[in-house]
C-alpha cells in the first residue's frame, strides 16, 4: 500500500492489535490516535471447565462450538491449568469442532486440531447459525464458547434444535480500566480533529457512547461523528450494530479483517481529497 493520507488524523479503538493497526496508518501517511475502548477480562472457569471435560469424557461425538480466537485459547488454557489438556484435545479431535471464522481455527492449529466446520464469509451469527446446523447438533452433547457476551440467537438456534447445550464465556469485554485517553479521544472527536474513525469490533462503539455518556457528552459525540468523520467498520455485524447507534459506516470491506478494512479506509480518503 502506497501513502495516501498526507497527515489525515484517524481515531482508533483497538486494543490487542493496536501496534498494528497504528504502524499500518502511519505507513500509509496518517496520523493514528489510538484510545483502546475495551478490555478483555478473563473469568475464572476451572470448575465448569473440569466439570465439562467430565461431561464429554462419555460421549461418542461432542460438538465444540468457537466463537472465537481467544475463547478457544482461554479454553485450552483453563484446561492445562487443570493438567487435562490431553482430554480436551482428544475430546475435540473424537467429535467435531465448528469455527466463526479464521482466528479460533488458527487457535485450534496452534493445538493440533484441523476445525471441522468453518462458517463462511462474512463471519456474521447468520452464518454461523448455518454451520453448526450443518452438524445435525439435536440430541449432542454441544460445548458452546462464547467471545466476550453471550451470543443469545446463537444459544436459541442450537436449543429449538435439541442440542443438549454447555455455555462457556471465559473472558468478558469490559471498559478499559483507565478510560482518561478515551476521554481525551471523545473530546477530539467533538471538536472535529478526525478525518475518520475505524471500528473493528462492535463492542468498541458501544463502550464509546457508554463513556460519552457518563461524561455527559454522547449527542455531542454522534453528531461529531456523522458530520465530517468518515466511519469504517470491519464487517457487516459491526456496521449493523455502528447504523443501530445512530453510526452508519461509509467503509465496510467485502472481507471483514483489519487489513481489508484499511486499505478501504485508505481508498475513501484519498479519493476524497482529491475530489474537487
Given at each position: 500500500?502506497?501513502p495516501t493520507?498526507s497527515?489525515q488524523r484517524?481515531a482508533?479503538?483497538?486494543?490487542r492489535?493496536?501496534?498494528?493497526?497504528c504502524?499500518?496508518?502511519?505507513?500509509n501517511?496518517?496520523?493514528?490516535?489510538?484510545?483502546?475502548?475495551?478490555?478483555?477480562?478473563r473469568t475464572?472457569?476451572g470448575?465448569?471447565?473440569?466439570?465439562l471435560?467430565?461431561?464429554?469424557g462419555?460421549?461418542?461425538?461432542?460438538?465444540?462450538v468457537?466463537s472465537?480466537?481467544?475463547?478457544?485459547?482461554?479454553?485450552?488454557?483453563?484446561?492445562?491449568?487443570?493438567?487435562?489438556?490431553?482430554?480436551?484435545?482428544a475430546?475435540i479431535?473424537r467429535?467435531?469442532?465448528?469455527?466463526?471464522?479464521?482466528?479460533?481455527?488458527?487457535?485450534l492449529?496452534?493445538?493440533?486440531?484441523?476445525?471441522?466446520?468453518?462458517?463462511?464469509?462474512?463471519?456474521?451469527?447468520?452464518?454461523?447459525?448455518?454451520a453448526?446446523?450443518?452438524?445435525?447438533?439435536?440430541?449432542?452433547?454441544?460445548?458452546?464458547?462464547?467471545y466476550g457476551e453471550?451470543?443469545g440467537?446463537l444459544?436459541d438456534?442450537l436449543?429449538?434444535?435439541?442440542?443438549?447445550?454447555?455455555?462457556?464465556?471465559?473472558y468478558?469485554?469490559?471498559?478499559?480500566?483507565?478510560?482518561a485517553p478515551?476521554?481525551?479521544l471523545i473530546?477530539?472527536?467533538?471538536?472535529?480533529?478526525?478525518?475518520?474513525a475505524?471500528?473493528?469490533?462492535?463492542?468498541?462503539?458501544?463502550?464509546?457512547?457508554a463513556?460519552?455518556?457518563?461524561a455527559?457528552?454522547?449527542?455531542?459525540?454522534?453528531?461529531?461523528?456523522?458530520?465530517?468523520?468518515?466511519?469504517?467498520?470491519?464487517?457487516?455485524?459491526?456496521?449493523?450494530?455502528?447504523?443501530?447507534?445512530?453510526?452508519p459506516a461509509e467503509?465496510?470491506?467485502?472481507?471483514?479483517?483489519m487489513?481489508?478494512?484499511?486499505?478501504a479506509?485508505?481508498?475513501?480518503?484519498?479519493?476524497?481529497r482529491?475530489?474537487?
Amino acid at each position: 500500500m502506497q501513502p495516501t493520507l498526507s497527515g489525515q488524523r484517524i481515531a482508533l479503538f483497538e486494543a490487542r492489535l493496536a501496534v498494528e493497526i497504528c504502524d499500518l496508518v502511519r505507513r500509509n501517511g496518517g496520523v493514528p490516535v489510538c484510545a483502546p475502548a475495551v478490555r478483555e477480562r478473563r473469568t475464572p472457569a476451572g470448575e465448569e471447565v473440569s466439570a465439562l471435560l467430565d461431561e464429554v469424557g462419555r460421549e461418542a461425538a461432542p460438538l465444540f462450538v468457537f466463537s472465537t480466537g481467544v475463547g478457544a485459547t482461554a479454553l485450552f488454557d483453563e484446561a492445562r491449568a487443570l493438567h487435562r489438556a490431553e482430554e480436551l484435545r482428544a475430546a475435540i479431535s473424537r467429535g467435531s469442532s465448528i469455527c466463526r471464522g479464521p482466528k479460533p481455527v488458527a487457535a485450534l492449529h496452534k493445538e493440533g486440531i484441523v476445525a471441522s466446520v468453518k462458517a463462511r464469509a462474512p463471519y456474521t451469527t447468520a452464518e454461523f447459525i448455518d454451520a453448526l446446523l450443518e452438524t445435525n447438533p439435536g440430541g449432542r452433547l454441544v460445548a458452546l464458547v462464547h467471545y466476550g457476551e453471550r451470543n443469545g440467537s446463537l444459544v436459541d438456534a442450537l436449543l429449538s434444535r435439541g442440542a443438549r447445550l454447555r455455555e462457556l464465556t471465559l473472558y468478558r469485554w469490559e471498559l478499559p480500566e483507565d478510560t482518561a485517553p478515551l476521554l481525551r479521544l471523545i473530546e477530539e472527536l467533538c471538536q472535529g480533529s478526525f478525518a475518520a474513525a475505524a471500528f473493528t469490533t462492535q463492542i468498541q462503539a458501544r463502550n464509546l457512547l457508554a463513556v460519552a455518556e457518563a461524561a455527559g457528552c454522547r449527542d455531542r459525540v454522534v453528531t461529531a461523528l456523522r458530520s465530517g468523520v468518515v466511519i469504517a467498520a470491519v464487517g457487516p455485524t459491526c456496521a449493523r450494530a455502528l447504523a443501530e447507534l445512530g453510526i452508519p459506516a461509509e467503509v465496510v470491506p467485502e472481507t471483514p479483517k483489519m487489513g481489508a478494512m484499511l486499505t478501504a479506509l485508505f481508498a475513501r480518503l484519498a479519493s476524497g481529497r482529491e475530489s474537487p
